[in-house]
Nanobody, 116 residues
Framework: QVQLVESGGGLVQAGGSLRLSCAAS????????MRWFRQAPGKEREFVAL????????SYADSVKGRFTISRDNAKNTVYLQMNSLKPEDTAVYYC?????????WGQGTQVTVPS
């Protein structure tokens, strides 16, 4: 069982930066691939970024490539999403996701708002 708690969201002007954190409970955090998703009002939840269990592999949605960076610290059981050059279209609730064969866990989400 893994519990995920996101933090770091807020209101930021266009062009600004935020760093989201996702703290995980449990001793098996380092065995999970971690993902960030987001859901804007009236839209489906969409993939944002992935980092493998070792941190050696990362992947990004085209819409955030070059602006967002995912990283993890397995010693702290935490995954991060550094978001730079934020745009109004990045406004959404951001969710942390932990995945391994046979199990998937979600956090409660953190709101990011970039006014137009």
């Amino acid at each position: 069982q893994v519990q995920l708690v996101e933090s770091g969201g807020g209101l930021v002007q266009a062009g600004g930066s935020l760093r989201l954190s996702c703290a995980a409970s449990g001793r098996t955090f380092s065995s999970y691939n971690m993902r960030w998703f987001r859901q804007a009002p009236g839209k489906e939840r969409e993939f944002v970024a992935l980092i493998s269990w070792s941190g050696g592999v990362t992947s990004y949605a085209d819409s955030v490539k070059g602006r967002f960076t995912i990283s993890r610290d397995n010693a702290k059981n935490t995954v991060y999403l550094q978001m730079n050059s934020l745009k109004p279209e990045d406004t959404a609730v951001y969710y942390c996701n932990a995945g391994a064969p046979g199990s998937v866990y979600w956090g409660q989400g953190t709101q990011v708002t970039v006014p137009s």
